[in-house]
């Protein structure tokens, strides 16, 4: 692959409005499949908002009607906002084709960004993004002096951790030692070449993921670096640490000629 370019679209005061990442991200998008610019990542911060993927269900959408943007990208619903660090890479794919091995080499760079400030993040299966993982369910910590056994999530499919309480919190989840998401990532292909991308969890206030069931996951909740590693990160340390590792994991693809 050619060199991967880095755009950097705004942060903090300047962060940028989703609707206008999305279309800068169309525009791109465009430009790229005419091979008019190279592959780019662009990497910003939003002010507060809910994104919902295709596959968002009704009852994972906040309960008090907050305005939801509703995007073509897969996975489910989310928030992104101040102190997240966001990037949409615009890349042309290899050929064939591989939707999972592009999520996966996101991820492999954020799991890389990761342990460079010291933390230890994995994958779980059949979940993407990247993850801190609790301790084993016999060793977690009993809620509300209840034992495990009776948590409501093992046995109601239709628990609601928005009408439950912090005790049940997505943002709580590193107390109750329960694995919790560092990084989401939800993606589209079309025409051979990518778009959104994933969000980071360096600084945010966690509590805005309370109001909705983040991801469509109920038995899981949200970190951040910060929150982790017991120390204030910012997201512009973040960033040439993320460029780096982006650049390394994204420029060993090799994208083949078009079958003719």
């Known amino acids: 692959m050619s060199e991967l370019r880095f755009v950097h679209l705004g942060f903090g005061a300047d962060a940028v409005e989703y609707q206008e990442a999305w279309q800068e991200q169309r525009r791109v998008h465009a430009a790229r499949f005419a091979d008019e610019v190279p592959d780019t990542c662009l990497l910003l911060e939003h002010p507060p908002v809910y994104t919902a993927g295709r596959r968002t269900a009704d009852d994972e959408r906040p309960l008090d009607g907050t305005p939801v943007v509703d995007v073509d990208r897969g996975g489910k619903i989310t928030w992104h906002g101040p102190g997240q660090l966001v990037g949409y890479p615009i890349l042309k794919l290899p050929r ?139 997201v512009a340390e973040v960033l040439p640490v993320i460029e780096k590792h982006l650049r390394a994991v994204l420029e060993s693809s090799v994208p083949l000629p078009r079958a003719v």
């Open 96 to 234: 064939p084709v591989d939707v999972v091995a592009h999520v996966r080499r996101l991820e492999e760079a954020l799991l890389l960004t990761c342990a460079e400030f010291g933390l230890e993040a994995t994958r779980v299966e059949g979940r993407s993004g990247v993850w801190v993982l609790g301790d084993p369910l016999e060793e977690r910590r009993a809620l509300g002096g209840l034992n495990l056994d009776f948590d409501p999530r093992v046995a109601d499919e239709e628990f609601d951790p928005r009408l439950s309480g912090p005790e049940y919190a997505p943002s709580n989840a590193g107390q109750r030692r329960e694995d919790r998401k560092l990084a989401q990532i939800g993606v589209r292909v079309a025409k051979g070449v990518t778009m959104h991308g994933f969000s980071l969890n360096v600084n945010p206030d966690t509590t805005w993921f309370d109001r909705i069931v983040p991801c469509g996951i109920r038995d899981a909740g949200v970190t951040s670096l910060s929150e982790e590693l017991g120390r204030e990160i910012t």
